[in-house]
């Protein structure tokens, strides 16, 4: 019993110094708060009180320095806030998002990312797992898991679940198998009308300039697309439909050619040019182009102008419906790098009337 008193009383004398040092280390954090909260006051001269998070680490630091039954009395913010701006500095101290990543999963490359979005928004009906097959074949093994979230990121729906096709893509699709055909007439500079068969496949937009003669006999009509059938070679196969007026000149003959390839034939309405409105828009083209500023000597003219106008108009010209791409192009050439330092070609057609531009190789 002694000795529990003895050591009670030895440990209280033993405190008495560290009490007086604490005392004065509170005294002195006292001070400190108050010279930095003059300090700030005199930075803000008008308007509310801001603290910097300078501020706030000096005032959160100094007060584990002083009584918390003080705090209301030292300090010009509430406890309450004190203490959030603490949890706040230790929340910091201990955040690893900002670092460096370690050893792991690497992420996916972003010219992956963009080859997993382009089937997705090409082909409406694939989900994730057909895009995932897609991609193995070319080469890019990547998990289902991985194109989904992808696919999810960039708001796609991975399930194959999205809209159905637009118009355009719908138009597109039902424009491969088709082929139209109209006359084409050309007044030459001695008053002379001359006719030429034009045909047009929708789906790629190439012109075919069938032939040229001031007297289109049925006959005459009906060898056309025999040569026109030479000319395209096995792109007979992909059509279907042939789009034609209701013209005498287009016997049962004339249908029977493309009869023999499976194709149908499908009569516009009378006086209707708007159910051919894409062969009626690229004779429209011709002539604005073309006949509108150049007079046709004759038939022999006419057959060199229209010749080389259809050259330059499946290789060359663009056409909005194709991305501006000319009809026997599949893809637009890579961007061109330093255009300033490199000179550009032109190459004049039909004497200028036409210019083409190529970079120099």
Request: charged share 25%; net charge positive; with cysteine.
């Amino acid at each position: 019993m002694i000795v529990s008193l003895l050591y009670q009383v030895t440990r209280r004398l033993l405190s008495v110094p560290a009490v007086l040092v604490r005392r004065d280390t509170s005294k002195e954090a006292e001070l400190l708060v108050l010279r930095h909260e003059n300090a700030v006051l005199r930075r803000q001269v008008h308007g509310r009180v801001r603290y910097e998070p300078a501020d706030r680490l000096w005032f959160a630091s100094l007060s584990s320095l002083i009584p918390r039954r003080h705090w209301d009395k030292v300090f010009p913010i509430t406890p309450s806030t004190l203490l959030a701006w603490h949890r706040k500095l230790v929340a910091r101290r201990w955040d690893y998002s900002r670092r460096r990543r370690g050893p792991g999963r690497p992420p996916t490359q972003t010219a992956v990312k963009k080859l997993v979005l382009r089937p997705a928004r090409e082909n409406s009906r694939w989900g994730h797992r057909r895009i995932q097959g897609e991609l193995a074949r070319l080469g890019h093994p990547i998990a289902a898991s991985t194109v989904w979230q992808i696919l999810h990121t960039a708001g796609i729906d991975p399930a194959p679940r999205r809209s159905g096709p637009t118009w355009r893509e719908f138009l597109s699709a039902q424009a491969t198998g088709v082929i139209a055909c109209d006359f084409l007439h050309i007044d030459t500079i001695g008053l002379q009308r001359l006719f030429a068969l034009v045909f047009l496949e929708h789906h790629t937009r190439r012109l075919h300039i069938a032939g040229i003669t001031a007297h289109p006999t049925a006959a005459w009509a009906t060898q056309r697309p025999r040569n026109l059938a030479i000319n395209l070679g096995t792109r007979t196969d992909s059509l279907r439909f042939l789009i034609r007026d209701r013209d005498s000149k287009y016997t049962d003959a004339f249908d029977a050619v493309f009869q023999a390839e499976d194709i149908e034939i499908i009569k516009s309405p009378v006086r209707a040019p708007k159910a051919n409105a894409h062969c009626e828009r690229v004779i429209g083209t011709v002539r604005r182009e073309v006949l509108d500023h150049i007079l046709i000597l004759g038939e022999a003219h006419a057959r060199q102008v229209l010749a080389e106008y259809q050259r330059h108009y499946n290789t060359h010209r663009p056409h909005r419906a194709r991305r501006q791409l000319p009809p026997q192009a599949h893809e637009q050439p890579p961007p061109a790098l330093g255009p300033t330092s490199r000179q550009a070609l032109r190459t004049r057609i039909l004497g200028g009337l036409i210019n083409e531009y190529r970079y120099a190789a």
